[in-house]
């Protein structure tokens, strides 16, 4: 049986609170590239309690405030991946906040609907 890597305690923990804990993405989409993580391990943020919700996105909030003072970046994207089919490889929830720069892609209108690259683009002028 596969050990949860997110459960594993061997992690460079960024921040926390008593619910919750971010760490650096193992491979970043772009530099600043953050995980937000429950501490009890549950598959789908449609799995956590009302409190963890609330715990998550407070830390996210947090999280956001440090890459702001220690990157900069420009823009952010936040992505939850639930189950295999939307890309969900680890099954313990979590948050990626990924900060975005001017430039780092040529046309980052669509945003998140570029995980169906084909509906990334709907006419925005």
């Keep these: 049986m596969n050990r949860c890597p997110f459960c594993a305690g061997d992690l460079e923990v960024i921040m926390h609170n008593d619910v919750a804990y971010a760490i650096y993405d193992k491979y970043p989409v ?10 009890r391990h ?6 956590t309690t009302r409190e963890e919700k609330l715990a998550l996105w407070g830390l996210l909030e947090d999280c956001k405030e440090f890459l702001d003072k220690s990157y900069h970046p420009d823009g ?3 992505g939850i991946n639930i189950g295999q089919t939307a890309g969900q490889t680890v099954p313990h929830l979590h948050i990626h906040l990924i900060p975005r720069y001017v430039g780092d892609m040529e046309d980052p209108r669509g945003g998140v609907r570029g ?4 509906k990334q683009k709907y006419g925005i002028l």
């Design 30 to 39: 772009s530099q600043g590239h953050l995980l937000v993580i429950p501490k």
């Design 42 to 47: 549950v598959a789908s943020y449609f799995e």
């Design 76 to 78: 952010y994207n936040v």
């Design 115 to 118: 995980v169906i690259p084909d």
